[in-house]
């Protein structure tokens, strides 16, 4: 179990294809800000059927997309 595993939970039950979260909406699911070892973390969402797509520093958003 890892610290984003309810981030994980939160992506799978929006069954969106793609769509974004902010920094901020990613710390209020998780409950701690997003930090560096989100880069590590983020290929157990495979097994969730998603994948972190792209990570935008400038807007501050993380985006999700569906694994077909």
Same mark, same amino acid.
């Given at each position: 179990?890892?610290?984003?595993?309810?981030?994980?939970?939160? !992506?799978?039950?929006?069954?969106?294809? #793609? &769509?974004?979260?902010?920094? *901020? $909406?990613?710390?209020?699911? !998780?409950?701690?800000?997003?930090?560096? #070892? &989100?880069?590590?973390?983020? *290929? $157990?969402?495979?097994?969730?059927?998603?994948?972190?797509?792209?990570? #935008?520093?400038?807007?501050?958003?993380?985006?999700?997309?569906?694994?077909?």
């Amino acid at each position: 179990m890892s610290k984003y595993d309810s981030l994980w939970k939160y !992506v799978q039950s929006n069954r969106n294809q #793609s &769509f974004k979260l902010t920094f *901020k $909406e990613i710390q209020d699911v !998780v409950g701690v800000p997003i930090d560096h #070892s &989100f880069l590590k973390y983020k *290929k $157990e969402l495979i097994e969730y059927g998603y994948e972190v797509g792209k990570i #935008s520093m400038k807007e501050q958003t993380v985006t999700f997309n569906k694994i077909d």
